[in-house]
């Protein structure tokens, strides 16, 4: 990779903007890894949705977060536990209160030091901003169901979905209008698919689109992707077109006898054909995508659970 080619530095950057009545995003400026930032700003507390990478980042947000909210009481949420999304909550500590679902806590137990390693290889540039992060415990758990917090005149609904995109999907859903996907849902690019094994395989694509369908019918007015520029429920629509046109594609190549690596590169150059207008965030994810597809059977997915509430 020449210094002309490498990506800029994943830094949060920019003043919040205000999207609806109460909802702020620091936008991810189209910069690999940085994440769309969510504030929304009560008159009892304040809730961040994502923190970036690293201490700095997080302190960043943090920062915006309590001028936006007056220094009111701050939580901080996560999309899901990865390096983008969720590792600057050590920024957080003592400060606010951190919010996890159980499957996000044991995701960080389970993977933050891999991704790590990982990241470190893809970007060694980033090395010194990796080693750096700490990986702090929660304040508050919630097991299953949806965890509603009340904000005063705004309400956020956490809801867990994985294992979509990854074991530990959470959307937050603010007033019924404004849906925070993560990287359930981008933009402008091909779907983020991290079939990696043995390191990450917990993709479960066929659940994704189901998990699309419930989103659906949430009808939000305004959609923040995990990475890309806001949009609305057609954004949804186009992820769900995709990972259904990869599905086909690859169950019809397995069928035809064609083997994982072959039916990726010929998804892989089709899917380009077909949105030729959208980028890739991750060298070869339209490939991946065709893997896991490729590997995916039949999955019965069990759904509900109980609610809980936190004012």
């Not at 891999?114 to 990796?130: A, H, K, N, V």
């Amino acid at each position: 990779m020449t210094a002309e080619s490498a990506p800029p530095p994943p830094v949060v950057r920019g003043e919040p903007l205000l999207v609806s009545d109460g909802v702020y995003v620091i936008p991810d400026n189209h910069v690999p890894i940085v994440p769309n930032v969510g504030i929304v700003v009560g008159t009892r507390a304040t809730l961040v949705i994502d923190t970036g990478l690293g201490q700095d980042n997080g302190a960043y947000v943090l920062e915006h977060a309590r001028r936006l909210g007056s220094r009111r009481t701050v939580y901080v949420a996560t999309t899901h536990v990865d390096p983008g999304h969720g590792f600057g909550m050590a920024a957080f500590k003592k400060k606010a209160r951190i919010v996890f679902h159980r499957s996000q806590v044991e995701e960080m137990h389970r993977l933050g030091h891999g991704y790590i390693d990982t990241f470190s290889r893809l970007r060694p540039e980033l090395t010194p901003m990796l080693r750096s992060v700490e990986f702090v415990e929660p304040d508050i758990v919630f097991c299953d169901g949806d965890l509603e917090v009340d904000l005063g005149g705004h309400g956020a609904v956490l809801r867990h979905y994985g294992p979509a995109h990854a074991a530990d999907d959470q959307v937050v859903l603010v007033d019924d209008h404004v849906l925070f996907a993560g990287d359930l849902v981008l933009t402008g690019q091909f779907p983020i698919v991290p079939y990696f094994p043995p390191f990450e395989a917990d993709v479960d694509a066929n659940h994704w689109i189901d998990v699309l369908d419930e989103l659906t019918s949430l009808q939000p007015a305004i959609v923040v992707p995990g990475h890309g520029d806001l949009s609305d429920i057609g954004a949804i629509a186009e992820v769900r077109d995709f990972l259904t046109y990869v599905r086909g594609m690859a169950s019809q190549l397995r069928a035809n006898g064609a083997s994982s690596d072959d039916a990726g590169a010929s998804i892989e150059a089709a899917a380009r054909a077909r949105w030729p207008s959208w980028g890739a965030s991750l060298h070869g994810s339209i490939g991946f995508a065709g893997r896991a597809f490729y590997a995916a059977s039949t999955t019965g997915v069990v759904t509900g659970g109980s609610k809980h509430e936190m004012a």
